[in-house]
């Protein structure tokens, strides 16, 4: 059976930094893209990072580019996402999602396999 299983999510002021785990089983975890959703209230979800496990070739949105940093761990079929500089605009749940990629390139236009989420909140 395929699981997600997300952990780190929390409360930080503004400016703080949480990092993220998401913690895969069931699956080969080579030759997947797994990708970071988030989801505000009242807004959509809303992908904002991926990272192909056969070549660790990342994706950010801009939201996000050069604050948040996605990586790996093959070994331990984890993926990790380090948030800095946190703002309030980043408050959400945060979701992991899987699929195989089939040598695509992040992101993918659909993930079979999710997680239950960890809530972010910031405070200013």
């Known amino acids: 059976e395929v699981q997600l299983v997300e952990s780190g999510g929390g409360w930080v002021q503004a400016g703080g930094s949480l990092r993220l785990s998401c913690a895969a089983s069931?699956?080969?975890?080579?030759?997947?893209?797994i990708a970071w959703f988030r989801q505000a209230p009242g807004k959509e979800r809303e992908g904002i990072s991926c990272?192909?496990?056969?070549?660790?070739?990342?994706y950010y949105t801009e939201s996000v580019k050069g604050r948040f940093t996605i990586s790996s761990d093959n070994y331990e079929n984890m993926v990790y996402l380090q948030m800095d500089s946190l703002n309030p605009e980043d408050t959400a749940v945060y979701y992991c999602?899987?699929?195989?990629?089939?040598?695509?390139?992040?992101?993918?236009?659909?993930?079979?396999?999710w997680g239950q989420g960890t809530q972010v909140t910031v405070s200013s």
């Open positions: 069931g699956f080969a975890f080579n030759d997947y893209a």
């Open positions: 999602a899987a699929d195989r990629a089939y040598g695509s390139i992040c992101p993918l236009p659909l993930y079979d396999y």
């Open positions: 990272i192909t496990t056969d070549d660790g070739r990342t």
